[in-house]
């Protein structure tokens, strides 16, 4: 009877948890679109330790300003938070020439080393 229950009770926990992660899929609206700075919105995220939304603002930010610098070093400040090494790797791969010899570069080099210490793009 108690295993019953507590079964019943973890099945409406996952159907409200899966009910409310699709509508906020499905209600997204673009920070922009709400008068916030999309930046401003992620480094809110990133301070509640809240990384997949804010890589999901940044990544949409990209996608409207592809060429925004500010945006995807606070991107790979999510992906260091999230220790999501294989795209931290990529994207810290794609600012290499923008970014190398700037004093930013130390710390994403610094950052990459801690989390994949034999990839060479960190070593140099």
Do not use: H
């Not at 700075?37 to 996608?63: I, N, Q, W």
């Not at 500010?70 to 991107?75: A, C, H, I, P, S």
């Amino acid at each position: 009877m108690v295993l019953a229950a507590m079964a019943g009770s973890l099945g409406c926990m996952v159907t409200y948890y899966l009910i409310r992660r699709i509508w906020k899929f499905f209600t997204y609206t673009k920070p922009e679109k709400r008068g916030i700075d999309p930046l401003g919105e992620a480094e809110v995220f990133l301070a509640y330790g809240r990384t997949k939304e804010a890589v999901r603002v940044l990544r949409d930010a990209l996608s409207d300003d592809p060429g925004n610098l500010t945006l995807k070093v606070t991107l790979l400040r999510a992906y260091s938070s999230d220790r999501n090494v294989r795209a931290y790797s990529r994207l810290a791969r794609d600012l290499e020439t923008s970014l190398q010899g700037q004093p930013v570069w130390n710390t994403i080099q610094k950052n990459g080393r801690d989390m994949d210490p034999a990839n060479p793009l960190f070593n140099a």
